[in-house]
T-cell receptor, first 114, second 114 residues
Framework: AQSVTQLDSQVPVFEEAPVELRCNYS??????LFWYVQYPNQGLQLLLK??????LVKGINGFEAEFNKSQTSFHLRKPSVHISDTAEYFC????????????FGKGTTLSVSS | KAGVTQTPRYLIKTRGQQVTLSCSPI?????VSWYQQTPGQGLQFLFE???????NKGNFPGRFSGRQFSNSRSEMNVSTLELGDSALYLC?????????????FGEGSRLTVL
């Protein structure tokens, strides 16, 4: 079965600083990888996804992530964060097989302060 | 286009009672998934329905059940509530069964068990 580990439960940063949220996964088969964001009192929203092809994936709000198969990682990055990026971020994985569930990591809380 | 709608948004129950939560997916979406979100365990997959059939089930006891109707609306039921069932229950819909598709989440139903 596949699993996801988000290495940091909380990441505090100052506004305009770069940020990296780390995600490692384990799976014995090929996977699809996703990052979702959850703002306070809201549901989750897709930031970006990796299905195949280029290992650098660009998403919404200036976020990007890099798929590294050898290190089984899918870290999320943003070169300059804003106060409005304060939220909880979830990495998720699913097998590239129809009908398999999307499994989420436990989340990373990004807190951006001025 | 209306998003995923979950009702009720908040509810309080006592141990031993049962609860039914409802989810209306985005129009045209045929797949509905349910997740339980708690501070300790994060997002845990409950089940997924497609065309009224349960396609996948997470590792939850039989007290947790669900169903999907012909109009794709879904309900989940928890019987004999326990304190540990207190959580945010999130419903998500997507167009079909494909794992590449984005999950669109509702804002959740927050259940408190006293």
């Amino acid at each position: 079965a596949q699993s996801v580990t988000q290495l940091d439960s909380q990441v505090p940063v100052f506004e305009e600083a770069p940020v990296e949220l780390r995600c490692n996964y384990s799976s014995s088969v090929s996977v699809y990888l996703f990052w979702y964001v959850q703002y306070p009192n809201q549901g989750l929203q897709l930031l970006l996804k990796y299905l195949s092809g280029s290992t650098l994936v660009k998403g919404i709000n200036g976020f990007e992530a890099e798929f590294n198969k050898s290190q089984t990682s899918f870290h999320l990055r943003k070169p300059s964060v804003h106060i409005s990026d304060t939220a909880e971020y979830f990495c998720a994985v699913t097998k590239n097989q129809a009908g398999t569930a999307l499994i989420f990591g436990k989340g990373t809380t990004l807190s951006v302060s001025s | 286009k209306a998003g995923v709608t979950q009702t009720p948004r908040y509810l309080i129950k006592t141990r031993g009672q049962q609860v039914t939560l409802s989810c209306s997916p985005i129009s045209g979406h045929r797949s509905v998934s349910w997740y339980q979100q708690t501070p300790g365990q994060g997002l845990q997959f409950l089940f997924e329905y497609f065309s009224e059939t349960q396609r996948n089930k997470g590792n939850f006891p039989g007290r947790f059940s669900g169903r999907q109707f012909s109009n794709s609306r879904s309900e989940m039921n928890v019987s004999t509530l326990e304190l540990g069932d207190s959580a945010l229950y999130l419903c998500a819909s997507r167009l079909g069964q494909e794992n590449t598709g984005e999950l669109f989440f509702g804002e959740g139903s927050r259940l408190t068990v006293l």
